[in-house]
């Protein structure tokens, strides 16, 4: 059974720190998403990666992932408020370019951050 | 263009009713998927379709649950004899056809706004 385990689970940032989220999973998978959610909203898709080695970065946020070491990072740089939300990443058991479909998330890490 | 609908976005009932939620995908969109996600966790898997045949549907937790998507659009996710642990919000999400080019080929899912169920 596939596990996907993020952490840290909540992570309390002052505006303009630097910090890492990490995602870890258990089975082979060479595809991960991360996804965005806001109170009381829906999850808003943030970065597909789709190779080990991947990296894909969009403003203060930046995506790696390490196929080998079964390994997702969410790379926060010089946090802004605008960034609280819980995040998600999400493992599509997947091999040799086939996608099964099903997305296994972690729990989330709630982020929020402090002028 | 739009992105996928849920309806209602509320549902209230009591224990032992039946509900039906309904998933609009995007125009399109062949792969449906319906989710549930409990207060503070990630969502779960409960259904995937393509087309109009459920291609996995491990993740229903019992047979109380059904869904169904006649025409290959809209899907209705089905409880039946609802319980107080049924309370969560539901998830539909939809994503292209394989063999789309691009990285939506690669099964990146676009979420609706959810449907929250209470059970009392």
């Known amino acids: 059974e596939l596990k996907v385990e993020q952490n840290p689970l909540f992570l309390s940032m002052q505006e303009g720190k630097n910090y890492t989220i990490y995602c870890n999973y258990s089975t082979t998978s060479d595809r991960l998403y991360w996804y965005r959610q806001d109170p009381g909203k829906s999850l808003e898709s943030l970065f597909v990666l789709l190779s080990n080695g991947a990296v894909k970065q969009e403003g203060r946020l930046m995506a790696s992932l390490d196929t080998k070491a079964r390994l997702s990072t969410l790379h926060i740089t010089a946090a802004v408020h605008d960034l609280s939300a819980t995040y998600f990443c999400a493992v599509d058991k997947s091999a040799g370019g086939t996608s099964y479909g099903k997305l296994t998330f972690g729990q989330g890490t709630i982020l929020t951050v402090h002028p | 263009g739009a992105g996928v609908s849920q309806t209602p976005s509320n549902k209230v009932t009591e224990k032992g009713k039946y509900v039906e939620l309904r998933c609009d995908p995007i125009?399109?969109?062949?792969?449906l998927y319906w989710y549930r996600q409990s207060l503070g966790q990630g969502p779960e898997f409960l259904i995937y379709f393509q087309g109009t045949g459920a291609a996995d549907d491990s993740g229903l937790p019992n047979d109380r649950f059904f869904a169904v998507r006649p025409e290959g659009s809209v899907s209705t996710l089905k409880i039946q004899r609802t319980e107080r642990g049924d309370s969560a919000v539901y998830l539909c999400?939809?994503?292209?056809?394989?063999?789309?080019?691009?990285?939506?080929?690669?099964?990146?899912?676009?979420f609706g706004p959810g449907t929250r169920l209470t059970v009392l």
């Open positions: 125009s399109g969109h062949t792969a």
């Open positions: 999400a939809s994503s292209r056809p394989k063999g789309t080019s691009g990285r939506s080929s690669y099964n990146e899912q676009f």
